[in-house]
C-alpha cells in the first residue's frame, strides 16, 4: 500500500479540484468537508482494489449496504478485513469483520475541544492503523499537543495529517497538507 501521505495528498488534490456551488459559506464548507471524506475514502478504495476480502466503509457510498444493511461504521471512514460465515437457519453467505485495517477520522473545526471529541473515537478503536485528519491553525504545534495523550492512549499505528481549512481551498497560496506520526509519546513529522 502506498504511504498514507501519498494516499492523503492525491485525496486532497482531488477534493480541491471538486467544483462545489454553494453561496453560503457553511454550506460550501460542510459539502467540502464531505468531499475530502469521499475523496480520501476512494483513495483506500483504489490501494485495496485487488483485495477481494477489503472493504472501505464511509457515509456517502452505498457499495457494501447489500452485506451489512449499512454505509459507514462508526467512523468517517474504516478500512476492513472481512470473511464469510454462513447464517443459522437459511446457510445464507453473511459477512463479518476480521480485522480492522485503518480507522478515520476528519474534523476541521478550529477548535481543539470539538478536535478532541472526534479523536476519542480512535481511541476507541481497534484497528492497526489510525488516521485523524484536523485543520490547520495559526499555531499548529499547540494544536497537536492536545492530542498527545489521547495518542497514547491509542493501539496500533497513529498518524495526523492538517490539511488547510475548506475555507482557503479556493486561495492560490494554498498550503500543502502536514504530516506526523505518533511514536515515543510525541508527534515526529513525516
Known amino acids: 500500500m502506498e504511504a498514507i501521505s501519498t494516499i492523503v495528498r492525491t485525496a486532497f488534490a482531488v477534493a480541491r479540484r471538486t467544483q462545489i456551488s454553494f453561496e453560503d459559506p457553511l454550506h460550501c464548507h460542510r459539502e467540502r468537508s464531505r468531499v475530502w471524506v469521499e475523496a480520501l475514502a476512494s483513495q483506500f478504495r483504489a490501494c485495496h482494489a485487488n483485495d477481494t476480502d477489503v472493504r472501505v466503509f464511509s457515509k456517502h457510498c452505498p457499495d457494501h449496504k447489500a452485506d451489512f ?3 459507514e461504521l462508526l467512523y468517517d471512514i474504516c478500512v476492513c478485513r472481512v470473511a464469510p460465515v454462513q447464517s443459522a437457519v437459511h446457510k445464507k453467505e453473511l459477512l463479518y469483520i476480521t ?5 478515520i477520522e476528519s ?3 478550529r ?3 470539538q478536535t478532541l471529541l472526534d479523536f476519542n473515537k480512535l481511541v476507541l478503536g481497534s484497528s492497526r492503523n489510525k488516521l485523524f485528519v484536523g485543520p490547520q491553525v495559526r499555531d499548529n504545534d499547540s494544536f497537536i499537543r492536545v492530542l498527545l495523550a489521547p495518542a497514547a492512549a491509542c493501539t496500533g499505528n497513529v498518524f495526523l495529517a492538517l490539511l488547510p481549512h475548506p475555507a482557503l481551498w479556493d486561495s492560490d497560496g494554498q498550503a500543502e497538507p502536514k504530516f506526523w506520526r505518533f ?8
Open 111 to 113: 477548535d481543539s475541544r
Open 107 to 109: 474534523e476541521f473545526a
Open 99 to 103: 480485522d480492522a485495517l485503518w480507522l
Open 69 to 71: 444493511k449499512l454505509n
Open 183 to 190: 511514536a515515543g509519546g510525541q508527534w515526529l513529522p513525516e
